[in-house]
């Protein structure tokens, strides 16, 4: 087998397509590098200079009642070290998460709740569309592509030519012809494939901009194993194709349209398709219930008011209510349109896994920390830390012995300075655990058809008559 | 003889996998974008409509001149399907009012969609094209010359009396009726599905421009069988040329165009450009703000402010709003009153007097600013994204792309003629307002005696620019593309004729 293998990897490093092949892979990773370099160093100093300011900005409020209304400023994103993995469409996923607060009536205001506003930023750009030259790009279009490139030929090849008589005549049991022909393959590409990578991480390490922990490089480990792993399936895929067909030019043919239909259309038609079936509450729908709840809400208030006219604490405790109430109210309206869209986008991504570029894209989305799974994990992040912080308010308070205890009023609530640093402070974490638990799935799919593949070619070739 | 030759290779080509495959692959693509694209397109449609009536409503409830301010907004374009260019992505409605110059980068888009959806990539029918057209063109022509000449056949042919021109004729006539045959039944399935929806109303122009659509796909298509053509020659062997013209295929369509822009243009707009335009834009807007108070200062009621005392119900507003990343300065001051008390009548004839100062003086400001902002824009926003377009066009899929774009009226230029049509509303409204003589009249800044009939007031119209305006367009970029074809067919010929078999 092994003699196999090394036959097939000197035929292909002689020719003309591993050739074009290491420029290809190298020259993307370069300009991929480069365009990192240039890149992420702005990007980082962004989210510095942004939590910055929200931080300054909090820790200016010493009142409690002012650190209750207005709630923790800006939550930013933090943008991933390993950006360069892929995009993930970040630029489209909003950064931050804002707070607002509601009119309920004339002079009363809610406090402070999270709502969720949008980044359209190709709205005003007018430059032409394309796809970011990240790892994802050169994984999932062009490695596939090679992958087909190299196996189109290389049973329907030899038959063509006649050596896979002379090679089966030899005691050669056909699995071994065909796993030694696989892992030829495999080394060639992964070859000039592991290079171009280290010159890319080399390239974007040495650099004093950018710095990779142990985490990172871990994270990038599997990103590497996923993208040799999609090889894998590709290069069966390509092997099962080939021993089904008895010429070259065929099965280059079919491969080239089943690469084409699943690698650039099948995911973005299928999203589109899949998208289609549940309509999530637009914006205008959200505002127009926003307006009506506020509405009530204020008429409700008032018609309670009318009874407390001689009654301070009541009325005090009227108003609390309301202005709390209030909030969460506007938090579960915003909640609710954001999980609306949270699940329309879900569903279109796992009906795309039928592609295995769109699930190569997952799986390098959840390691590298960028995407729609890592956004969703930010909500979560600003939603628990909205939490903390509405509870540290409502200890700060108890703590206390003077304040009336009503949150919500600012006569009601404790007139003792606040630290600024006892306010707890936002801190977006990643946790690569969680990320494995999300991208499970798909490595599962992932493995499951590679093994198709494999096990296809498998049973074609054994059957196949030379 | 040509005849003949053309029959043998059309025979040959026709009765191969490849095609059989290609049509089936272009006809399942074509028609299942179709009718996504067709479902996008009723969405889009609803939405503008929706906004439409809105829009209109809000107008209707206004009762003073001044706060007019009317949402226009861009219909999507039916063409949009087959090249959606910018068409989806850019501002969809824009505000118009007498004291400001509207932009596309002033442009919002109305909410209707989950914003999220902006993470897949959205393709059109052109884009299949690009894809496969290209695809199949080069799988048709790789062989076409290194073939025979590894059977022997080419020594065969040429040992008549057959001229070699002749040869290369008949194979790229051929080929080229055989890769009409997906382009055309695609186009044809997805014109009858169009045709039927009752949401999609082409006009006789549409058509036209479909028709210029088709003729340019074919000068795409033909330059890549040439560049398949010229491999097949070249490189005399099959194995050599399918893998040559694989590789070529991927770094022209898929890989050029992404890694060209990732490299060569800056991300963010020049910081010092910006500053500077911003400055000058707020130091004319600050100029006519001394103005607008010695004015105030001057006149017999004391103080700065807009209300001359004036006892009412209703709003005021002053300020100067900045946007860095829109180049844009511009102020807004403003009275609107609902009420007025009866003993501060008196004072309405100053409030009148100023309006009718200040009123000319804005709009004059915000065509001095505007002089600066459209040089501004130029500089740092549309010269990089058409410098970005040249450098596509390297590749002949940037060619192909831009040329569509330009026939469907989906390109920049289509998307400004809109922004156009907003100016010249604003530039028909001011021009009515001067006619009436509204700034100094009551009516500008109070809604109390009587409202305004909004009817009166020119209505805005959009129409798409006519055929003449996107064939001349789209002409350069489909010269082009027939030059491209010309210079590879003479290369080809050039090589073949001095060749040896």
Not at chain 1, 245 to 273: D, G, K, R
Not at chain 2, 98 to 121: E, Q
Not at chain 2, 237 to 258: C, D, E, H, Q
Request: charged content about 20%; hydrophobic content about 45%; glycine content about 4%.
């Amino acid at each position: 087998m092994w003699h196999i293998a090394k036959r097939e990897l000197y035929d292909n490093l002689n020719s003309l397509r591993f050739a074009l092949a290491t420029v290809l892979l190298f020259g993307l990773m370069l300009t991929n590098a480069v365009v990192h370099l240039r890149e992420h160093p702005v990007r980082v100093q962004k989210y510095h200079d942004a939590i910055t300011e929200s931080l300054n900005r909090l820790r200016a409020r010493t009142d409690l009642y002012e650190i209750a209304q207005w709630g923790p400023e800006l939550l930013h994103k933090k943008p991933s070290p390993l950006h360069f993995c892929t995009d993930g469409g970040d630029i489209v996923l909003p950064g931050t998460i804002y707070q607002s607060v509601s009119r309920i009536t004339n002079d009363l205001y809610t406090f402070w709740y999270l709502s969720y506003r949008y980044r359209t930023p190709n709205s005003k750009n007018i430059r032409p569309a394309t796809i970011k030259v990240d790892w994802e790009f050169v994984i999932g279009y062009v490695l596939s592509l090679i992958a087909i490139l190299f196996t189109f030929d290389s049973i329907s090849g030899e038959r063509e030519r006649g050596t896979l008589r002379l090679m089966l005549a030899n005691s050669i049991p056909r699995h071994t012809v065909l796993l030694g022909k696989f892992l030829g393959a495999l080394i060639s590409i992964s070859a000039p494939l592991t290079l171009a990578v280290l010159m890319n991480l080399l390239i974007i390490s040495v650099s004093n901009n950018v710095q990779l922990d142990a985490e990172a490089w871990r994270r990038l480990g599997i990103v590497f194993f996923v993208a040799v792993l999609y090889l894998c399936l590709f290069l069966a895929l390509g092997l099962l194709v080939s021993s089904r067909v008895q010429q070259n030019a065929t099965s280059l043919v079919i491969l080239l349209l089943i690469w084409v239909s699943f690698v650039v259309f099948i995911p973005s038609t299928l999203a589109s398709i899949a998208s289609g079936f549940s309509n999530p509450m637009t914006y205008d729908e959200y505002r127009e219930r926003h307006d009506r709840l506020y509405s009530e809400l204020g008429d409700e208030y008032n018609a309670r008011l009318q009874g407390t006219r001689e009654l301070p604490t009541e009325r005090m405790q009227l108003t609390g209510e309301y202005v709390t109430k209030g909030a969460a109210r506007g938090e579960r309206l915003s909640h609710e349109r954001l999980n609306q869209e949270h699940a329309q986008i879900q569903l279109a991504r796992s009906v795309t896994r039928i592609s295995p570029v769109a699930i190569v894209q997952h799986l390098i989305e959840a390691f590298a920390g960028t995407g729609f799974e890592r956004h969703r994990q930010f909500v979560e992040n600003v939603q628990d830390y909205a939490r903390e912080y509405r509870e540290f308010v409502g200890d700060m308070d108890r703590a206390d012995p003077d304040s009336p205890h009503t949150i919500g009023v600012r006569e009601g609530m404790s007139k003792k300075p606040v630290n600024p640093e006892a306010v707890p402070k936002f801190e977006d974490r990643l946790s690569l655990s969680r990320d494995f638990n999300t991208a499970a799935v798909d490595l599962l799919l992932l493995v499951l058809f590679f093994v198709v593949f494999f096990s296809g070619a498998y049973l074609a070739f054994v059957r196949v008559e030379v | 003889m040509l005849l003949t030759l053309i029959r043998r290779e059309l025979l040959d080509n026709l009765m191969t996998f490849r095609f059989a495959a290609a049509v089936f692959i272009t006809l399942l693509l074509v028609v299942a974008n179709t009718v996504v694209l067709l479902k996008d397109y009723e969405r889009r449609l609803a939405a503008y409509n929706t906004a439409l009536k809105t829009h209109q409503d809000k107008v209707r409830e206004l009762k003073a001149y001044s706060g007019y301010e009317l949402n226009i907004d861009r219909p999507p374009n039916p063409l949009s399907i087959f090249n959606a260019g910018l068409d989806k992505r850019l501002g969809n409605q824009v505000r118009v009012y007498h004291a400001f110059v509207p932009t596309l980068w002033d442009a919002k888009m109305h909410g209707s969609d989950n914003p999220f959806l902006n993470i897949f990539t959205s393709i059109d029918i052109i884009f299949i094209f690009e894809v496969i057209l290209s695809l199949i063109a080069l799988l048709f022509a790789y062989d076409a010359l290194a073939g025979e000449r590894e059977q022997g056949t080419l020594r065969l042919v040429l040992a008549q009396s057959v001229r070699r021109g002749h040869i290369l004729l008949a194979k790229y006539i051929s080929a080229m009726l055989c890769l009409l045959v997906p382009l055309l039944l695609s186009l044809l399935l997805a014109m009858i599905l169009l045709t039927n929806n009752r949401s999609v109303s082409f006009s006789p122009d549409d058509f036209l421009r479909i028709g210029g659509i088709v003729l340019t796909s074919l000068a795409y298509l033909s330059v890549f069988y040439f560049i398949g053509m010229l491999i097949s020659e070249v490189s005399r062997r099959t194995s050599t040329a399918l893998m040559l013209s694989m590789f070529i295929w991927g770094f022209l369509v898929l890989v050029y165009p992404n890694m060209i822009l990732a490299v060569m243009s800056p991300s963010r707009p020049p910081r010092a450009q910006v500053d500077s335009a911003m400055k000058q834009m707020e130091q004319i807007w600050e100029e006519f703000d001394r103005e607008r108070k010695d004015f105030l200062i001057n006149d017999p009621v004391p103080g700065e402010s807009i209300w001359f005392k004036i006892g009412a119900v209703g709003g005021s507003h002053e300020y100067l709003a900045k946007r860095a990343l829109a180049l844009d300065v511009h102020f807004r001051t403003g009275l609107n009153l609902e009420e007025i008390n009866e003993r501060s009548e008196p004072q309405v004839p100053y409030a009148q007097n100023y309006f009718r100062f200040l009123e000319p003086r804005v709009i004059s400001t915000a065509e001095k600013t505007w002089l600066l902002r459209e040089q501004g824009l130029k500089n740092i926003f549309v010269q990089p994204a058409s410098m970005d377009r040249i450098l596509l066009k390297f590749s002949p899929v940037g060619i192909y792309d831009s040329a569509t774009q330009a026939w469907a009226g989906t390109d920049l230029h289509g998307i400004r003629d809109f922004f156009d049509a907003a100016r010249q509303h604003r530039q028909r409204v001011i021009d009515y307002f001067y006619d009436t003589k509204v700034f100094g009249t009551r009516q500008w800044f109070a809604g109390d005696k009587q409202t305004v009939d909004w009817n009166a007031l020119p209505q805005f119209s959009f129409k798409r620019s006519d055929i003449g305006i996107n064939t001349e367009r789209a002409l350069p970029d489909v010269c082009l593309l027939l030059l491209i074809n010309v210079i590879l067919f003479t290369v080809i010929f050039l090589i073949f004729v001095k060749s040896e078999v």
